[in-house]
């Protein structure tokens, strides 16, 4: 049997996506499930994939099939393309399998020309609508098909508009539209240098390559790449016949979703527009009508719309995202997926369907991607702000957050501001897929038109990004730059700040707090626990940030950088008087100031944490990090230390080093200075025996960070547990402690056998594990490593996503190695690897007993962390 290429919707089901398309195979399981579809066909994803392998050409079979399945469409509807009585029209839209913006959308209209329009006309009764489908048509074919700028068919019609002296579309006559079509196809021959295409076969092979070739533009592969999507599968071409929503004022279009995709309410949300097709709710050109009006001008309809939804909804256990078209009365649903929603309302809808059944937990744990947590960590204007300022307009609220930044009129301009470190508000009169770039590196987004289903709010709700849409008071002028909002007008220097959660705009730079985590989040958090073995622990240095961990749920500190607590204002002259000692005795009196302070430090810490684990990292940075660099701060040093500033500028010189990543950094400076470990590990065990006597019995975890060898290690870890010991015999008191190390160059993973016999504990820092075993400074990436990325040399920046390959190997060798030499030792990481999901699972799955990331990152790393639990206990 021939190979299949095209599917009736009558073949197909919502498990085919990966051949239909996700707009192919939710059309068959709703023409499955009895739901009024127009009927259709579509040409598969495979087909897509052997048109770029024939060099982007259909070929005869496949030709073969699309005519069968015309003929049945024909049949099916009673009627033929290119008639003059009761002509065959079609729609063409493609659909990849994963629901992808940057792709040829929709020709609505298709199998018009000069005999058809005479047949549309006859069939309806209606000249003047059939006229209008043509020249809609042809200026959408050439845009969409052809990539001819629609703009010069739109200054067709303003000109024709003008002449008539009209101000509205509607208010052209047939004989005007009659007119206008000829000077489309005018315009249609001068820019392609050929007719525009009678015969509908010919019109829908054209469409159906366009659909094919959009597959690879450009804008396309930035959104798979962008989305981790992958470029092999190719999209599927749904043809459909056409139902009109532009027949009068019982017809119409509309987009709606089953509940709200902004905050999760379980009501109907969307919005219709009476007498229009598709493209005018999407383009925003008109400003639709609030779905639950419909109730008033089409009772039953609502009804039958509103039943329609439930049943898709309890079918499908999940929010859909609907576009329908009410021709005379009847409804037809044109599409239905599973609806993208922000993150607050993706919380709300899993714990709302848990409670009405629909789902289970697992399912919402399984459901929610842990990165889109992000977008309900984000701030919030505070509540002074809010009461202080008066909003200068009102958009839609689109997408929750706030943004403040420099306006940007283009997504180019915003795009290279953003790189060179500015924030910027991207404001266009509406957004297009051309404008990705700029959106995703804009702080927020804000358009003068389109509602919540323009391009903008559904993009931007899908990155977690503020954004206000449809803000129809401003005006915004991309050519000359400006923003007027009423007399006042706003250039490039101006900042605004944009409130995604009420629509608000106001003028200027309004402070910006700390999300409010509420509704269902904790329950579903809750679940999220109930799920997941590994521990979620927090890179967390001061008292302020261990608040905001524990607030996430932090279990434990993974690192407490001590160094941070250095740089404090009243310690870091001491800490230089320490650095700059020429001999022990002074070097010791400087430590003897800085120990009271960094017991303090531990025993606050500790006190916050009760008795979760708190891991403390002795010194770890370069030394000449800490000494000063204006003269004024040199000769103060100078003088309290009664030499002369000459002396001081020798030190920093002899402290200045060529590669201080690879210098006298990390245990090496315990080495050279065993009073510095002596000092540190005498404040962590002081604060804790402190904290003992109050009822509070920590466990303090000392890490020895950039080992590399196991005798340079005994030599630190001595030097501690000599120290402490000393405490002990003082105190006359002991309690437990672990030592134990980072793990974050090379040869302390392939030896970890040998560290693991003297450590309790391992913690992988990846940051510098990365940059040693790639040979790429930390502190100099960011010059070349863009280059990579854009020349898809790396596919991910490595200190953001870990390398499995080869970072992975020797963490897996580490791990290996360490737990045969010791079965008990515990192991977590505490690079910044540590809160990215897709690391997370892979560390769980390498026997991590935790992770460690910033505070604001614990929500997205326990929930990656649950689902991987769930993932290897289902494949078990
Ligand atoms: C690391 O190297 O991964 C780490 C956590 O330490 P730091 O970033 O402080 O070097
Ligand atoms: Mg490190």
Same mark, same amino acid.
């Given at each position: ?37 127009? /009927?259709?066909?579509? @040409?598969? +994803? ?23 399945? =015309? ?17 065959? #029209? ?47 048509? *042809?200026?959408?074919?050439?845009? @969409? ?56 076969? %010919?019109?829908?092979?054209?469409? @159906? ?13 930035? /959104? ?56 005018? @709710? ?8 609030? !779905? ?19 049943? #898709? ?56 991607? &842990? ?35 420099? *306006? ?38 804000? +358009? ?16 977690? %990004? ?16 400006? #923003? ?11 900042? !605004? ?59 434990? =500190? ?9 740089? %404090? ?9 320490m650095i700059l000692a020429s001999d022990v005795k002074t070097r010791k009196q400087a430590l003897d100031k800085i120990l009271p302070m960094q017991e303090d430090d531990f025993y606050q810490i500790y006190s916050l944490m009760g008795e979760r684990p708190v891991t403390v990292r002795l010194l770890d940075p370069p030394l000449h990090e800490f000494l000063p660099r204006e003269e004024e701060a040199i000769r103060d040093l100078a003088l309290d230390l009664s030499i002369e500033p000459a002396r001081i500028h020798e030190r920093i010189e002899e402290l200045e080093e060529v590669n201080p990543m690879l210098g006298f950094r990390g245990l090496r400076l315990g080495i050279a200075y065993p009073e510095i470990s002596r000092m540190q590990a005498r404040a962590i065990i002081q604060a804790a025996i402190h904290c003992h ?21 005994? /030599? ?7 120290? !402490? ?12 402690? #672990? ?6 160059? &090379? ?10 016999? !003297? ?6 820092? +990846? ?69 990215? &999901? ?12 935790? +992770? ?25």
């Amino acid at each position: 049997m021939a190979y299949k290429y095209v599917y009736g919707f009558n073949e197909g089901n919502k498990d085919m996506r990966a051949l239909l398309g996700g707009k192919g195979a939710n059309l068959a399981e709703m023409t499955t499930l009895g739901i009024r579809v127009p /009927y259709g066909f579509t @040409v598969t +994803t495979e087909a897509c994939t052997r048109f770029f392998d024939e060099d982007r050409k259909l070929w005869d079979e496949l030709n073969k099939e699309i005519s069968n399945h =015309i003929k049945i469409l024909e049949e099916e509807n009673g009627k033929t393309f290119g008639s003059t009585d009761d002509p065959l #029209l079609v729609s063409v839209r493609s659909g990849a399998p994963i629901s992808m913006p940057g792709m040829m959308d929709t020709i609505l209209n298709l199998g018009l020309n000069d005999d058809a329009v005479i047949g549309l006309a006859k069939k309806t009764d209606n000249e003047r609508f059939a006229y209008d489908s043509y020249r809609r048509f *042809i200026q959408m074919f050439a845009d @969409v098909a052809m990539e001819l700028n629609k703009n010069n068919f739109e200054n067709l019609l303003t000109a024709k508009k003008n002449d008539r002296g009209v101000e509205l579309d509607t208010d052209l006559t047939a004989e005007d539209l009659k007119e206008l079509v000829e000077e489309y196809k005018d315009k249609y021959k001068e820019l392609k240098g050929e007719d525009f295409p009678q015969d509908p076969r %010919k019109q829908l092979d054209l469409a @159906v390559a366009a659909v094919f070739r959009s597959w690879g533009n450009e804008r396309a592969v930035l /959104y798979r790449k962008l989305n981790d999507i992958d470029d092999t599968m190719g999209t599927a071409v749904n043809v459909q016949t056409m139902v009109f929503g532009n027949m009068g004022d019982t017809s119409g279009t509309g987009v709606a979703f089953s509940r709200n995709p902004a905050t999760g309410e379980n009501k109907l949300f969307g919005e219709f527009l009476l007498n229009a097709q598709g493209e005018d @709710v999407v383009a925003g050109v008109r400003t639709p009508q609030e !779905i639950h009006t419909l109730k008033n001008s089409m009772p039953e309809v609502f009804d039958e719309f509103a039943k329609t939804a439930k049943k #898709l909804e309890d079918h499908y256990h999940d929010v859909q995202d609907m576009e329908f078209t009410i021709q005379e009365g009847k409804l037809f649903l044109l599409q239905t997926r599973n609806g993208k929603r922000t993150a607050q309302a993706a919380v709300e809808i899993a714990v709302n369907m848990v409670d009405e059944g629909l789902i289970d937990k697992k399912e919402a744990v399984l459901r929610i991607n &842990p990165k889109d947590l992000d977008g309900l960590l984000h701030p919030t204007f505070t509540k002074e702000e809010l009461d202080n300022n008066e909003a200068a307009t009102k958009g839609l609220a689109a997408s929750p957050g706030a943004a403040v930044g420099k *306006i940007a009129f283009s997504a180019k301009d915003a795009a290279l501001r953003a790189d060179s470190g500015e924030s910027v508000i991207l404001v266009r009169e509406e957004t297009s897929p051309e404008d990705l770039e700029g959106m995703v590196k804009a702080k927020g987004i804000l +358009t003068a038109r389109g509602g919540m289903t323009s391009h903008a709010a559904v993009v931007a709700r899908g990155m977690g %990004k503020c954004c206000v849409s449809g803000a129809s008071e401003i005006h915004v002028d991309e050519d000359e730059e400006t #923003l007027r909002i009423g007399k006042e007008v706003y250039g490039k220097d101006d900042t !605004i700040s944009i409130d995604g959660s009420t629509g608000a705009i106001y003028i200027g730079n309004l402070e910006t707090q700390s999300p409010q985590l509420e509704g269902n989040f904790g329950e579903f958090m809750s679940w999220v626990d109930e799920f997941r073995d590994m521990k979620i622990r927090t890179n967390a240095d001061t008292p302020r940030d261990v608040k905001q961990a524990l607030e996430f749920g932090a279990e434990g =500190i993974g690192l407490c950088r001590t160094e941070h607590m250095f740089f %404090k204002e009243d310690r870091i002259f001491q800490v230089r008087k320490m650095i700059l000692a020429s001999d022990v005795k002074t070097r010791k009196q400087a430590l003897d100031k800085i120990l009271p302070m960094q017991e303090d430090d531990f025993y606050q810490i500790y006190s916050l944490m009760g008795e979760r684990p708190v891991t403390v990292r002795l010194l770890d940075p370069p030394l000449h990090e800490f000494l000063p660099r204006e003269e004024e701060a040199i000769r103060d040093l100078a003088l309290d230390l009664s030499i002369e500033p000459a002396r001081i500028h020798e030190r920093i010189e002899e402290l200045e080093e060529v590669n201080p990543m690879l210098g006298f950094r990390g245990l090496r400076l315990g080495i050279a200075y065993p009073e510095i470990s002596r000092m540190q590990a005498r404040a962590i065990i002081q604060a804790a025996i402190h904290c003992h006597e109050d009822g509070n019995k920590v466990i303090p975890e000392i890490m020895i960070p950039l080992s590399s060898d196991v005798k340079e290690l005994k /030599y630190v870890i001595d030097e501690v547990n000599d120290e !402490i010991k000393k405490v002990f015999e003082e105190k006359n008191t002991e309690i437990k402690y #672990l030592v134990g190390t980072m793990i974050e160059i &090379p040869r302390a993973a392939i030896t970890a056998d040998e560290i693991a016999e !003297i450590t309790d504990f391992f913690s992988f820092g +990846t940051n510098d594990l990365t940059q040693m075993t790639f040979g790429l400074s930390r502190d100099d990436a960011g010059k070349f490593l863009p280059l990579y990325l854009d020349k898809d040399l790396f596919e991910k920046d490595p200190f953001q996503v870990l390398d499995q390959k080869g970072v992975g190997f020797l963490i897996e060798t580490a791990v290996e190695k360490g737990r045969a030499a010791k079965s008990d030792l515990h192991l977590g990481i505490c690079g910044e690897h540590g809160g990215e &999901p897709n690391t997370v699972k892979y560390l769980y799955n390498v026997g991590l007993d935790y +992770t460690s990331c910033s505070p604001f990152r614990i929500p997205i790393a326990k929930l990656a962390a649950a689902q991987a639990s769930i993932e290897k206990k289902d494949n078990k």
